[in-house]
């Protein structure tokens, strides 16, 4: 059975730190693409990060950039994202996802896989 199973949300203070994890079970992360994307109380899905397969390497949106780190453990099959320097307009809940064919964080690319979701809360 494939599942991504997701830990690691909570309420922060802004300029606090949370790191969220998402394990895999029944694929291996290291074939797919894997991402990030969170979805803020009455707004759309906003892609956070993606990691490719090909080189491992992974990329960022402007609000991430700098303060989140996305990262993977191919023994674990888990993946992890840092976030630093957190704010209010972080709030969101943060799915993990992976996709065969593409980032999934694009919002173009189909995605095979998604985990459940895990709430941020970053108070003033």
């Known amino acids: 059975e494939v599942q991504l199973v997701e830990s690691g949300g909570g309420l922060v203070q802004a300029g606090g730190s949370l790191r969220l994890s998402c394990t895999a079970s029944?694929?291996?992360?290291?074939?797919?693409?894997i991402g990030w994307i969170r979805q803020a109380p009455g707004k759309e899905r906003e892609g956070v990060s993606c990691?490719?397969?090909?080189?491992?390497?992974?990329d960022y949106a402007d609000s991430a950039r700098g303060r989140f780190t996305f990262s993977r453990d191919i023994a674990k099959n888990t993946m992890y994202l840092q976030m630093n320097n957190l704010k209010p307009e972080d709030t969101a809940v943060y799915y993990c996802?992976?996709?065969?064919?593409?980032?999934?964080?694009?919002?173009?690319?189909?995605?095979?896989?998604w985990g459940e979701g895990t709430r941020v809360t970053v108070s003033s």
């Open positions: 996802a992976a996709a065969f064919r593409g980032c999934p964080d694009r919002g173009t690319i189909p995605v095979d896989y």
């Open positions: 990691i490719s397969p090909t080189d491992g390497s992974a």
């Open positions: 029944g694929f291996s992360i290291d074939d797919t693409f």
